[in-house]
Nanobody, 115 residues
Framework: QVQLVESGGGLVQTGGSLRLSCATS????????MGWYRQAPGKQREFVAR???????DYAESVKDRFTISRDNTKNTVYLQMNNLKSEDTAVYYC?????????WGQGTQVTVSS
């Protein structure tokens, strides 16, 4: 059974930081491209960042230089360090794992940035 469990969301003031974690089980973690997406109220889910199994990374322009994605293949966990948070970062953040045509999602964790 595949499980992706996000944690680390919460309420933070503008300019603050949060670190999201996504612990996985039931997949060969090291073979998966791990990603973070987010969905704000009334908007479609959007790409935030992804890290490939060999370590290359992509970011959405809106979070570049503020967010850092990383992975620990020994813990089957992917992280998203979010700094200098803005109100427009408020959303539910989802972790994804993809490999060999399969895509799995976590249940999401709420991030709220207040001014």
């Amino acid at each position: 059974q595949v499980q992706l469990v996000e944690s680390g969301g919460g309420l933070v003031q503008t300019g603050g930081s949060l670190r999201l974690s996504c612990a996985t089980s039931g997949i060969i973690f090291s073979m998966n491209v791990m990603g973070w997406y987010r969905q704000a109220p009334g908007k479609q889910r959007e790409f935030v960042a992804r890290i490939f199994n060999r370590g290359s990374i992509d970011y959405a322009e809106s979070v570049k230089d503020r967010f850092t994605i990383s992975r620990d293949n020994t813990k089957n966990t992917v992280y998203l360090q979010m700094n200098n948070l803005k109100s427009e970062d408020t959303a539910v953040y989802y972790c994804s794992a993809s490999a060999y045509g399969n895509v799995y999602w976590g249940q999401g964790t709420q991030v709220t940035v207040s001014s």
